[in-house]
């Protein structure tokens, strides 16, 4: 009797699976049709007409919609927009934000947004603050995709931590910033979030926000360190001629990880006023992912031959020795 179930249900998969991929065919014609031929040259499909009233079909269809909308841009991509219109595609799509299951909520969030429905952002609001992650994942991606800057309100009180990916996802989406953004950048760096502290860091330095630079000095005083090494990376993107010497008069209050950021941000800088803390280090007992990076930073410095001849002594330590013997190696030296 299993048996039997088993392999009925196996028949029915497969031919659900056949179906699928015929459907798919057909879609991808449709498609290519509507972007290569000019509206009034378009071939009439009465076999897709036909398939575009069964609920499955416009449910692929929209998939193979908004999959394709990423790849194409400008005229292509308005008719694929055209398409969406054109079958009432946006009713299926908001079916899916009346379901129970979160993937479906989500994807219906994702068609929505994907394909611009701006009268759906009052009812995608409403799924910021649903349990499941995917949900408010793509109700958070869906505000910033149609509001901009506006639609990071939500970030005023977000408890949940921001992936890697999520804070790309806003930062590709927001292309200006308001008059008044100001409020709401300066409310942010204080979050106890430390995940929006950083988000809002990188909007800083993609937008160089300069009246921002007191309030990122701040940060070097709280508690995460992975904050502070973010604002010492702020810091130095913003080039204010004093952040150097502002970061040497700090340096010894910072634990070892910012301190490594510290140095890389003295690397760069070409500024001359850290040479003699940069030394003391690499003469000091301190732990080698500092040392390696103080001995780079010399060199950039142009404190190569300081290097060679410290290698060069009887005395020196063979890990010091290795030290710079790797950053002159780096530097083809």
Known sequence: MLATIVLIYNIIEYNRSVRRAGWSEVINKKISDVIV????????DIYFKALAVNAAFRNLFLEKLVDSEKKFSGVAKNKITDLFTEYDLRKEAMKKLNQKKAYLIARGIRELTVMQVQ????????YLSHPSPQVYHEAQYAMVRFKGFEGLHFLDNFPTRISEWQQLRF???ISSLPADSEVGISRWLESTNDTVVIFTLKLIKKFQ???????????LNTTSNEVRVKAVQTLMSLENPETVQYLSGIYYDQPDEVRIEIIRVMKMSKDQCCIDLLKKELLKDVPSGIKVNAAQALYE??????????????????????????ALQEKGC
Not at 38 to 44: G, H, R, S
Not at 119 to 126: F, G, L, R, T, V
Not at 305 to 323: C, F, H, P, T
């Open 37 to 44: 031929y000019a509206d009034d040259e378009v071939p009439e």
């Open 119 to 126: 009268d759906a952002i009052p009812k995608i609001e409403q």
């Open 171 to 173: 930062l590709l989406s």
């Open 209 to 219: 926000l300069l009246y921002a630079y007191p309030n990122v000095i701040r940060l």
């Open 301 to 326: 410095l142009g404190h190569g031959d300081y290097l060679v001849e410290l290698a060069g002594k009887e005395d020196m330590s063979e890990e010091l020795v290795q030290i710079i013997k790797y």
